[in-house]
């Protein structure tokens, strides 16, 4: 499809089914060799980054384990960067290499918020691997060693992502159109 309405809005496609799973393979080829014998748990977080994470683990080719996460979002309230912040973690983390899946990393408040949680429960590393990265809107530094592609500031739907709740089954990524 080369384009997709989704609610109030028009979409085009922007990276294809087969893109994605390409870059997923040699990312995973990447990750697979340099963690190799370090027995990484990959800590998925929910909802968007269930469909890469999925494709993510399927194309490793060293021993990986899988957790999902959600984030409480406390509204009104700022945000306190704490471990119970965290809903569904049960592994012990510590000693352990910790990769963080996201789908979309935008300002990177949101990343840097989860990684001073899980430091706490002290891993002895932790690494980014993210899906999309949006280098124009990052407001923080941050170390991003595995990621499938860098986009400009536009919003994104599909593979995973959503717009409004609606769009997550969608096996390509559309771009919104203005
Ligand atoms: P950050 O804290 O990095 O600004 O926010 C990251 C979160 O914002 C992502 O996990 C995602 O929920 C949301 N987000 C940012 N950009 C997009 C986008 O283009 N499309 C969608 N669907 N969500 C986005
Ligand atoms: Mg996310």
Redesign the pocket.
């Known amino acids: 499809m080369e384009t997709v309405r989704i609610l109030d809005r028009q979409f085009r496609l922007y990276l294809s089914e087969s893109e994605i799973q390409s870059r997923i393979h040699t990312i995973a080829q990447q990750m697979s060799k340099e963690l190799e014998g370090k027995n990484p748990l990959f800590v998925a977080?929910l909802n968007?980054a269930f469909v890469f994470a999925a494709d993510l683990l399927r194309e490793m080719t060293t021993p990986t384990e899988i957790s999902f996460i959600k984030i409480a979002s406390y509204q009104g309230t700022t945000s306190t960067g704490n471990v119970s912040d965290i809903i569904g973690l049960n592994e012990d983390l510590s000693g352990r290499t910790v990769v963080i899946v996201?789908?979309?990393?935008?300002?990177?408040?949101?990343?840097t918020h989860l990684i001073n949680s899980l430091r706490r429960l002290n891993p002895a590393e932790i690494k980014i691997c993210a899906l999309?990265v949006?280098p124009g809107?990052l407001k923080v530094d941050l170390d991003i060693p595995y990621c499938c592609f860098r986009i400009p500031n536009?919003?994104?739907?599909g593979y995973g992502?959503?717009?409004d709740r609606y769009g997550r089954g969608l096996r390509d990524i559309y771009v919104v159109e203005e």
């Open positions: 977080v968007g996201e789908d979309i990393i935008d300002s990177g408040l949101s990343m999309l949006k809107n536009d919003f994104i739907v992502l959503d717009y």
